[in-house]
């Protein structure tokens, strides 16, 4: 049985697939999926949907959306709390994306409250406190923030 004549077709749903996906439609169809079960329920289901939701928002920081990705994973710090395996990353990722869209005290206030939980203990992906502060007093410095 020749299948040669099914390669361009399949390619071009391939193609469809991946451009949809990064499409906001996409995304929303994705966050969508992984907020469908009630947290707590089925600790399996959670732990697949927290992850779900923190590869999303770490996908849509790459592309540079970063108010939603600020949002997809204060969805995932919500829905799971300190339960969630990805909590304490987000939280640092959440005053990453604060950052970038020039909302200065408000990634200070997570940065403050990261290093008063020393988070790098609970998550290696979270910057140790030195480098947390030094990130924090150069925002407080060059922002003149108050903290």
């Not at 004549?5 to 929303?28: H, M």
């Not at 329920?41 to 108010?67: N, T, V």
Request: with cysteine; glycine share 6%.
């Amino acid at each position: 049985m020749d299948l040669s004549g099914l390669k361009w077709p399949i390619i071009i749903a391939l193609i469809a697939g991946v451009v949809f996906i990064a499409s906001s439609p996409g995304v929303n169809y994705l966050v969508s999926n992984f907020t469908d079960a009630n947290p707590g329920e089925d600790p399996e289901r959670d732990k697949i949907d927290e992850a779900g939701l923190s590869r999303i928002g770490g996908y849509l920081m790459y592309q540079f959306r970063y108010e939603r990705a600020m949002d997809v994973m204060q969805t995932a710090i919500n829905r799971y709390g300190y339960d969630g395996a990805n909590y304490w990353h987000n939280k640092y990722r959440t005053a990453r994306c604060l950052d970038r869209l020039k909302r200065y005290q408000e990634s200070y206030d997570v940065l403050q409250e990261l290093i008063s939980a020393e988070a790098n203990q609970y998550d290696s992906r979270v910057p140790r406190n030195d480098i947390l502060r030094r990130h924090a007093a150069t925002l407080r410095e060059v922002h003149s923030l108050s903290g």
